[in-house]
């Protein structure tokens, strides 16, 4: 989904991406200005990949909830959502379709077992996934990685036609991939939670996966929630 906000004055992109940092704790934080009115921002709980020279670390954050400000209240959410079928479907389809493209260029893959990632408002469900790449590189994880089966729905060609005949907006920056490389290393995260700075309009990007047993209205709100 995309929400635009007009502004009377220009926005301070600088400003908005200090305020995502002390708030969003937990996340990678990205901001890209192109020129003195315009930029893409955002603090992002993704993953997308880490590699140290062939060790290889991604993850699978699918399947969320509401977080609360009392420790125990999100401790409770947490533990229904561990417990879920519909999130816990969602997150594996995530898993196994990560699993699946990385086959041919590593070695044994290592799923963890699920954890609760707690943000500052929202919680999700995350399975990392550790293995060795037959080779360092790094066009191969971009090529096998992205765009993530979360972004782009399942099977991949098919989604994304969908998604490009019936979403009522272009996503340029949005669900792409931001972070750094070199030969040793590199690392990068799926660009979500993010806003588009054009002047005086921000543009806040945010979304959820539909699976079998989605609840329109529980989705709307889990929009809500990370916007």
Same mark, same amino acid.
């Given at each position: *989904?995309? %929400?635009?906000?007009?502004?009377?004055?220009?926005?301070?992109?600088?400003?908005?991406?200090?305020?995502? !940092?002390?708030?969003?704790?937990?996340?990678?934080?990205?901001?890209?200005?192109?020129?003195? @009115?315009?930029?893409?921002?955002?603090?992002?709980?993704? *993953?997308?990949?880490? !590699?140290?020279? +062939?060790?290889?670390? %991604?993850?699978?954050?699918?399947?969320?909830?509401?977080?609360?400000?009392?420790? +125990?209240?999100?401790?409770?959410?947490?533990?229904?959502?561990?417990?879920?079928?519909?999130?816990?479907?969602?997150?594996?389809?995530?898993?196994?379709?990560? $699993?699946?493209?990385?086959?041919?260029?590593?070695?044994?893959?290592?799923?963890?077992?699920?954890? /609760?990632?707690?943000?500052?408002?929202?919680?999700?469900?995350?399975? $990392?996934?550790?293995?060795?790449?037959?080779?360092?590189?790094?066009?191969? $994880?971009?090529?096998?990685?992205?765009? %993530?089966?979360? /972004?782009?729905?399942?099977? !991949?060609?098919?989604?994304?036609?969908?998604?490009?005949?019936?979403?009522?907006? %272009?996503? @340029?920056?949005?669900?792409?991939?931001?972070?750094?490389?070199?030969?040793?290393?590199?690392?990068? $995260?799926?660009?979500?939670?993010?806003? +588009?700075?054009?002047?005086? /309009?921000?543009?806040?990007?945010?979304?959820?996966?539909?699976?079998?047993?989605?609840?329109?209205?529980?989705?709307?709100?889990?929009?809500?929630? +990370?916007?």
């Amino acid at each position: *989904r995309a %929400t635009d906000l007009h502004f009377a004055s220009p926005v301070n992109a600088a400003a908005m991406m200090a305020a995502s !940092r002390r708030l969003n704790l937990n996340c990678y934080h990205f901001y890209m200005a192109f020129d003195g @009115e315009n930029a893409f921002l955002g603090s992002s709980p993704e *993953r997308l990949w880490r !590699r140290r020279d +062939k060790a290889l670390r %991604t993850e699978a954050l699918a399947g969320t909830v509401a977080n609360h400000p009392d420790d +125990k209240q999100a401790q409770q959410l947490g533990e229904w959502l561990m417990a879920d079928d519909k999130n816990q479907r969602e997150n594996m389809l995530v898993v196994e379709d990560i $699993c699946q493209r990385l086959q041919a260029d590593t070695q044994t893959l290592d799923v963890l077992p699920p954890q /609760v990632l707690r943000l500052r408002k929202v919680q999700h469900l995350r399975r $990392c996934i550790w293995t060795s790449l037959n080779k360092a590189d790094d066009v191969i $994880c971009l090529h096998q990685l992205q765009p %993530t089966a979360a /972004v782009a729905g399942l099977p !991949r060609d098919l989604a994304r036609q969908f998604i490009a005949r019936h979403e009522p907006f %272009t996503r @340029e920056w949005y669900a792409g991939s931001a972070g750094y490389l070199s030969l040793q290393q590199s690392e990068f $995260c799926v660009s979500l939670r993010s806003a +588009k700075i054009s002047g005086n /309009v921000v543009r806040l990007y945010a979304g959820a996966g539909i699976v079998r047993g989605s609840d329109p209205e529980q989705e709307w709100q889990e929009i809500d929630n +990370k916007a």
